[in-house]
């Protein structure tokens, strides 16, 4: 990634944000949480420095489940089409995850791992060769 510089948003076009940063990982997650507000196998994630995004446009609306940690995961998503957004990470204060999906050039990240794969699906594969994680390596 060269340009530092991520813009998205919701498929209506009722949200936008933007970061000034690039990602700081990106990954396939497994999870239950992902699996749910995705309606699929894993939802691809990538982490900016929450000092550096902003939401341009719009509200969003959202909810707060608690992840393997224990502590929270508060998921954003456009209370009018229902795209899930961003999540913030009460275990990551400084960084906000972004749905890859949303961004306005999902291409132009890369994943690099799957994470939670405890908790993948069976019949979900993963071919592409990247490192498989139980939980979110530390």
């Known amino acids: ?3 530092t510089t991520l813009t998205g948003g919701c498929a209506c076009g ?3 944000y933007t970061s000034t940063a690039a990602p ?3 990954a396939h997650c497994h999870c239950r949480d992902c699996q749910r507000a995705s309606g699929a196998a894993y939802a691809t994630v990538c982490a900016v420095p929450r ?3 902003r939401v341009d446009q719009g509200e969003t609306r959202s909810y707060r489940s608690i992840g393997d940690s224990g502590h929270g995961v508060v998921r954003h998503f456009c209370p009018t ?3 899930p957004l961003f999540s913030d990470v009460e275990v990551a204060p400084d960084l906000t995850f972004l749905r890859v999906v949303s961004l306005d050039d999902p291409a132009v990240v890369t994943p690099t791992a799957h994470v939670y794969c405890a908790s993948a699906q069976p019949w979900d594969t993963h071919p592409d060769g990247l490192p498989a994680f139980p939980r979110m390596p530390g």
Do not use: N, P
């Open 14 to 16: 009722a949200v936008r």
């Open 24 to 26: 700081v990982l990106t």
């Open 51 to 53: 000092a550096a995004f």
């Open 81 to 83: 089409c229902g795209a």
């Open 1 to 3: 990634m060269t340009d």
